[in-house]
């Protein structure tokens, strides 16, 4: 009777057992022509009544798993922007690896025209916006195109802002932006068929560094086949100069080998017309003496950028990634011509000055890059070692020469000087990372080291008659360096209709800067936790919410810092700031996504004593200064209205509208040291419409329109722009060449006018680049130029405080 009750308890046990194990769902997801569809909605739901059980996302290569599956009979099935795959029964009794789970393509007729151009697509994830752009309209540009037109991002001068702050562009995770021409000269010889997705990370995770706000990071293809491929592509460009670029890439690809090999030459001759004025005020509140100034600056510049790429997988478990970047502007010439008119209150002309100031510069930055893989025997684990070393050098001689003249044209003085400035910047950073998942969730967790070096000498010599503004003394030694240790985690689960990701990061930062001429130090040593969260709630496909916080901190750049002064004539100059201090933000946001169509962003941004231009007039001395200062308070907040959707079959239209309020509280120095809150109520809208204009989706054109209707910039604020641009894109000979042509700021319109008036601070100017002009493109495949690519980019957060100011 014992060995039965043991028997029939041991059976009960059993079979309890069973029914209490759980198992695992794993497959990916592809399309009929078994590409793969990142990030696609797994649901998983009774086979009875199609209730939902639960559900997660697919990654990047469109893999997926499903953990903690009880046993029991199941339907699975595939979503994404409204598709979804034929929905497949399962009867869960063990753990099961599915093959594809596929997501027909959208096949559009319209009046017998097929249109084989698939339509960009947009996706809400816990920490990110993806506009997936691979084999689409928007994907024939280049990939400076293809950023300019990413949802949520807003386009103000050839700056590429999110929520009001400058992005930083990525490529694969790895930073690429050394200045603002810089990487939009690296970006513009990129095509855009080269890229997957670009992701708008508004608060970027803890895995990425916590100075540096926005991130928009370039996805590109994989290579899947081996083989060769190449391209030469080119661009004519006739704006108020013709200018062109040239450029060829070349790839190949082994079982075990990847090379990538890029070189550009963008060769520019550019003239921008500058009019600037100042009111300069007496202590009773009225004009004395009105400045009225005219530039006109003619660049010259010889960019040519190189990049290599090396990826080598010695085996399953472990792979190595080499990438350089060579970058060099060498011999570039800046002539500046300048007339100035002085008008007393009554506007009567009082004297006029002519300045001639030419510059020669030399830029080089070279920037290396390793990377090493070692994936563990744990499904999804691995360690990941990285090292970098950049090293920038920048050098410029300036020769100034001014002319005074009375009313009548009579000559009374002259004045002038030459500036020779060197600036070296080293960089060196290591970082390693380990990732692993646990059951449905994932955890992360690195350390990162950062050492920079910077070493500036300005030398002012060969004066010709007197200043009050400008002596010898001004000459200088400084000497920038700053050591940033960091560690951070991250934990990101899903489960039924939620995804949830945590995460902190906290960096030591000491640094110290030393100028010998003011025989002054300025020292940082503090340690900063920047913690982050994220949350997504996706009830069904058509709606999903999501909110996030993330706390990050902005250095100041490396030529902010310099205590050094660049004349535009000896009343008219900018300044560093030796004593810049980093600043601190926290931002919040909150999401509603549409069925993957119509998206609304709610954002609050606390800038706390954000690093902003601020120009001072000095009314006594009539002189006017620009530079970099901590404001006493900064914050922002809006509205974002995205629209993503196919009104017709060959006709799709995104659609972006921002309106916002942005405000910043300095202290102003010639005004009696008080404190002044500059704000601004603002839109910005966006409306491009991309067109399939031939049967076979060869010929494609695009329509967009800009308008902002004023913008926050430090102590100025600017009036309204408009821009308008056309283009259209033609392949042929079965994609082996494409040739395009564009034309930009049609009305021109796209040149507003920045204006500093405030208690007896009164002065404004506008500038005018070459924004308006026609564009000549053409691209050349050969070898097998269907290959996709793996290309990667390059460089570390640090690099982009080599940026140099406007």
Request: no cysteine.
């Given at each position: 009777m014992k060995n039965l009750t043991s028997i029939v308890l041991l059976v009960l046990f059993t079979i309890c057992g069973a029914y209490a194990q759980t198992f695992t769902i794993t497959g990916k997801v592809v399309d009929e022509q078994n590409q793969i569809i990142p990030?696609?909605?797994?649901?998983?739901?009774?086979?009875?009544?199609?209730?939902?059980?639960?559900?997660?996302?697919?990654?990047?290569?469109?893999?997926?798993?499903?953990?903690?599956?009880?046993?029991?009979?199941?339907?699975?099935?595939?979503?994404?922007?409204?598709?979804?795959?034929?929905?497949?029964?399962?009867d869960i009794a063990t753990d099961v690896s599915l093959g594809a789970?596929?997501?027909?393509?959208?096949?559009?007729?319209?009046?017998?025209?097929?249109?084989?151009?698939?339509?960009?697509?947009?996706?809400?994830?816990?920490?990110?916006?993806?506009?997936?752009?691979?084999?689409?309209?928007v994907s024939q540009g280049t990939s400076w195109d293809i950023l300019k037109n990413t949802p949520g991002v807003i386009v103000n001068q050839d700056n590429l802002l999110i929520r009001g702050q400058n992005a930083t562009v990525y490529l694969n995770d790895r930073k690429v932006q050394?200045?603002?021409?810089?990487?939009?000269?690296?970006?513009?010889?990129?095509?855009?068929?080269?890229?997957?997705?670009?992701?708008?990370?508004?608060?970027?995770?803890?895995?990425?560094?916590?100075?540096?706000?926005?991130?928009?990071?370039?996805?590109?293809?994989?290579?899947?086949?081996?083989?060769?491929?190449?391209?030469?592509?080119?661009?004519?460009?006739?704006?108020?100069?013709?200018?062109?670029?040239?450029?060829?890439?070349?790839?190949?690809?082994?079982?075990?080998?990847?090379?990538?090999?890029?070189?550009?030459?963008?060769?520019?001759?550019?003239?921008?017309?500058?009019?600037?004025?100042?009111?300069?005020?007496?202590?009773?509140?009225?004009?004395?003496?009105?400045?009225?100034?005219?530039?006109?600056?003619?660049?010259?510049?010889?960019?040519?950028?190189?990049?290599?790429?090396?990826?080598?997988?010695?085996?399953?478990?472990?792979?190595?990634?080499?990438?350089?970047?060579?970058?060099?502007?060498?011999?570039?010439?800046?002539?500046?011509?300048?007339?100035?008119?002085?008008?007393?209150?009554?506007?009567?002309?009082?004297?006029?000055?002519?300045?001639?100031?030419?510059?020669?510069?030399?830029?080089?930055?070279?920037?290396?890059?390793?990377?090493?893989?070692?994936?563990?025997?744990?499904?999804?684990?691995?360690?990941?070692?990285?090292?970098?070393?950049?090293?920038?050098?920048?050098?410029?001689?300036?020769?100034?020469?001014?002319?005074?003249?009375?009313?009548?044209?009579?000559f009374l003085r002259d004045f002038g000087f030459d500036t020779d400035s060197d600036q070296e910047i080293k960089i060196f950073t290591g970082q390693l990372d380990y990732?692993?998942?646990?059951?449905?969730?994932?955890?992360?967790?690195g350390a990162k080291m950062s050492s920079i070096t910077s070493e500036n000498n300005m030398d002012f010599f060969n004066f010709n008659g007197s200043s009050n503004t400008v002596d010898a003394s001004q000459s200088d030694r400084y000497i920038y360096d700053e050591d940033v240790y960091a560690a951070y985690m991250s934990f990101v689960k899903n489960w039924e209709k939620w995804s949830m990701k945590l995460g902190v990061r906290g960096e030591l930062t000491k640094a110290e800067g030393r100028s010998l001429t003011l025989d002054q130090v300025n020292t940082q040593d503090f340690f900063e936790p920047f913690p982050s969260i994220y949350l997504l709630y996706s009830p069904s496909d058509k709606h999903s919410f999501s909110f996030d916080y993330g706390r990050n901190i902005n250095r100041p750049k490396y030529n902010d810092l310099n205590p050094f002064r660049f004349f535009y004539n000896e009343n008219d100059y900018e300044e560093g700031n030796p004593g810049l201090k980093p600043n601190f933000s926290n931002n919040f946001n909150f999401n509603y996504t549409l069925n993957s169509e119509y998206f609304f962003d709610v954002y609050y941004r606390d800038n706390g004593s954000n690093i902003a231009y601020l120009v001072f007039q000095d009314n006594n001395n009539q002189t006017l200064v620009e530079l970099k200062q901590n404001v006493l308070d900064s914050k922002s907040y809006g509205l974002d209205f995205t629209l993503s959707k196919s009104i017709l079959p060959p006709w799709y239209m995104y659609a972006y509208t921002s309106v916002f309020h942005e405000e910043e509280t300095f202290l102003a120095e010639q005004s009696g040291n008080v404190p002044?809150?500059?704000?601004?109520?603002?839109?910005?809208?966006?409306?491009?419409?991309?067109?399939?204009?031939?049967?076979?989706?060869?010929?494609?054109?695009?329509?967009?329109?800009?308008?902002?209707?004023?913008?926050?910039?430090?102590?100025y604020v600017s009036d309204e722009q408009f821009n308008l641009t056309i283009g259209l894109r033609k392949t042929l000979f079965d994609n082996k060449i494409t040739l395009s042509l564009?034309?930009?700021?049609?009305?021109?319109?796209?040149?507003?006018?920045?204006?500093?008036?405030?208690?007896?601070?009164?002065?404004?100017?506008?500038?005018?680049?070459?924004?308006?002009?026609?564009?000549?493109?053409?691209?050349?495949?050969?070898?097998?130029?269907?290959?996709?690519?793996?290309?990667?980019?390059?460089?570390?957060?640090?690099?982009e405080r080599l940026e140099s100011q406007d």
């Open positions: 990030y696609a909605n797994i649901l998983l739901l009774q086979a009875t009544d199609s209730t939902f059980v639960k559900g997660t996302s697919a990654n990047e290569e469109g893999f997926f798993e499903l953990s903690e599956v009880e046993p029991n009979l199941y339907l699975l099935q595939a979503s994404y922007v409204g598709r979804g795959s034929e929905p497949r029964a399962l789970l596929i997501i027909p393509l959208e096949n559009n007729e319209l009046d017998e025209v097929v249109v084989t151009a698939k339509r960009p697509k947009l996706q809400r994830l816990p920490d990110r916006l993806v506009f997936s752009v691979e084999n689409t309209v050394l200045s603002g021409q810089e990487v939009q000269d690296l970006l513009q010889g990129l095509s855009g068929t080269n890229i997957k997705s670009v992701e708008v990370i508004a608060n970027p995770p803890a895995s990425y560094d916590a100075e540096g706000g926005p991130i928009l990071n370039i996805v590109t293809s994989k290579n899947i086949v081996p083989g060769y491929k190449g391209s030469v592509n080119g661009t004519l460009t006739q704006a108020v100069f013709p200018k062109f670029s040239v450029g060829t890439s070349h790839y190949y690809k082994t079982d075990k080998l990847n090379l990538f090999a890029n070189y550009t030459i963008n060769p520019r001759k550019e003239i921008n017309k500058t009019k600037k004025g100042i009111n300069f005020i007496n202590g009773a509140n009225t004009i004395f003496s009105v400045w009225d100034t005219d530039y006109n600056q003619t660049d010259k510049s010889h960019s040519q950028n190189a990049s290599f790429i090396l990826d080598y997988d010695f085996d399953e478990k472990n792979s190595l990634n080499l990438t350089s970047n060579l970058l060099f502007n060498l011999n570039q010439e800046q002539e500046t011509l300048l007339d100035n008119e002085m008008r007393n209150a009554q506007a009567q002309l009082d004297s006029t000055f002519t300045s001639q100031n030419n510059a020669n510069m030399d830029n080089t930055n070279l920037a290396f890059d390793l990377t090493y893989v070692h994936k563990l025997k744990k499904e999804g684990a691995q360690i990941r070692a990285n090292g970098h070393y950049t090293y920038f050098n920048g050098e410029m001689f300036q020769r100034l020469s001014s002319n005074y003249f009375d009313a009548d044209g009579t990732s692993t998942p646990i059951g449905n969730a994932s955890f992360e967790t002044y809150t500059n704000e601004v109520n603002g839109v910005y809208a966006y409306v491009g419409n991309y067109l399939t204009l031939s049967s076979d989706g060869t010929f494609t054109g695009e329509v967009a329109a800009t308008y902002v209707s004023k913008f926050l910039f430090g102590s564009a034309a930009e700021d049609i009305l021109e319109q796209y040149v507003p006018t920045y204006r500093s008036q405030y208690l007896n601070q009164d002065n404004f100017y506008r500038r005018r680049p070459e924004t308006q002009f026609i564009r000549f493109g053409f691209t050349y495949n050969f070898g097998n130029f269907r290959l996709e690519d793996n290309q990667r980019g390059i460089d570390k957060k640090e690099r």
